[in-house]
């Protein structure tokens, strides 16, 4: 499909940062963003990438009452040599189809996708940072616009692309973040969503976020929705427990995102020597290992921190650190490792990279 670019007036322009350790994550966002739209009986028209604007919609649309809408998040980074390299987009494309089947929106095809990216990011590569560990944020989203007040699947939908320049996640170092364990609410049941990125999911898990940050948490850690005994995933990062060169993950069996950054780490893991097992673990045996020492790391994956070392798990009130509570050799080797490929500074055996 031809993608076509309206002007950007100058007055439309927004001045550009001027301060890279000033970004901080999502406030910020360029120029111009990329929308198509999907109406029923046409498929997919209209693709256009045009001056980033709010949207005017009807009160009544289905989006705004019954949360029919997905999204996605990857980056794009500048490299030394003034290149651009997306990381892995196609799983995100795939990912975006697979929460779309789910909330029974159309299918987005995989080159349009890709092609309403790519073209966006480069008229807009202006906008990405530089500096270690900053990157553009690419924040793909689908929405239901059919004004209508009936609970059905949306005859008219939205698909857009925003950019976002973002700031080094760990601006202070790669500082371990402390999780505590939710036992109360749930994030996902089989059956449910758990495996699509749906706002929804989004929306129900505040509430245990903010009762976290109130003790002193920073995320949430969820368990199985039936039983609360089984480890599941963090807020917006996939979860992984060392035993020594060992990491343990909870499987993909439906309640769980299936991460970009997870799938990386464990295939990354062979490569490195480390051996992954995918399975079920009770949080009584994860908490009995931390007291133990037989869990030496911890660590959580996700496109915004890339690894996030975790060194403190608070579960029924009992708060332990993990290892020496400080970043292990391993979660530290995942994320030197990861973020070179993504940079340009480890060569990428994996075909992960796709230059612009
Ligand atoms: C996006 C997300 C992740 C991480 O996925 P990546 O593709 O690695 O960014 C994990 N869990 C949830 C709930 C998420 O929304």
Not at 88 to 114: T, Y
Not at 165 to 185: H, L, Q, T
Not at 189 to 214: D, I, Q, W
Not at 262 to 280: D, I, M, P, Q, Y
Request: hydrophobic share 40%.
């Amino acid at each position: 499909m031809e993608i076509r670019v309206l002007p950007l007036p100058q007055e439309k322009m927004k001045a550009k940062f001027s301060d890279e350790s000033q970004l901080g994550f999502g406030k910020l966002f360029t120029d111009r963003m990329f929308i198509a739209e999907w109406k029923v009986g046409q498929g997919w028209v209209d693709a256009r990438i045009e001056p980033y604007a709010p949207f005017s919609l009807d009160p009544a649309c289905l989006v705004l009452h019954y949360a029919q809408e997905i999204f996605e998040g990857l980056k794009a980074y500048k490299w030394q040599d003034g290149s651009i390299a997306l990381f892995r987009p196609e799983m995100n494309a795939r990912r975006f189809n697979h929460s779309a089947d789910r909330m029974c929106m159309p299918e987005v095809p995989e080159d349009l996708f890709l092609k309403g990216i790519e073209e966006l990011v480069r008229l807009e590569s202006d906008w990405i940072p530089t500096s270690a560990g900053t990157s553009l944020y690419i924040r793909p989203t689908m929405i239901a616009v059919e004004p209508v007040l009936g609970v059905k699947p949306s005859d008219h939908y939205y698909f857009y692309v925003i950019l976002s320049p973002v700031g080094a996640y760990y601006a202070s170092g790669f500082n371990p973040v402390k999780i505590m364990v939710e036992d109360r609410y749930v994030r996902a049941v089989p059956g449910g969503t758990g495996e699509a990125k749906t706002g929804g999911n989004y929306a129900s898990s505040l509430k245990a976020g903010l009762e976290a940050k109130k003790k002193g948490f920073d995320q949430v850690l969820w368990l199985d929705g039936i039983e609360r005994r089984y480890i599941e995933e963090v807020g917006a990062m996939n979860m992984f427990f060392a035993y020594g060169n060992t990491i343990v993950t909870a499987p993909l069996e439906g309640t769980i995102l299936n991460g970009v950054t997870r799938n990386s780490v464990v295939t990354l893991a062979s490569e490195l020597g480390f051996k992954v097992e995918e399975r079920k673990v009770e949080i009584d045996t994860i908490m009995a290992d931390i007291g133990s020492g037989k869990i030496t790391e911890a660590f959580g994956s996700g496109t915004a921190a890339v690894i996030s070392s975790v060194g403190a798990l608070c579960y029924k009130d009992q708060t332990l650190s993990i290892g020496n509570g400080g970043v292990g050799t391993l979660t530290q080797k995942f994320y030197d490792t990861l973020t070179g490929i993504q940079t340009g500074h480890i060569s990428d055996k994996f075909g992960w990279v796709r230059k612009l």
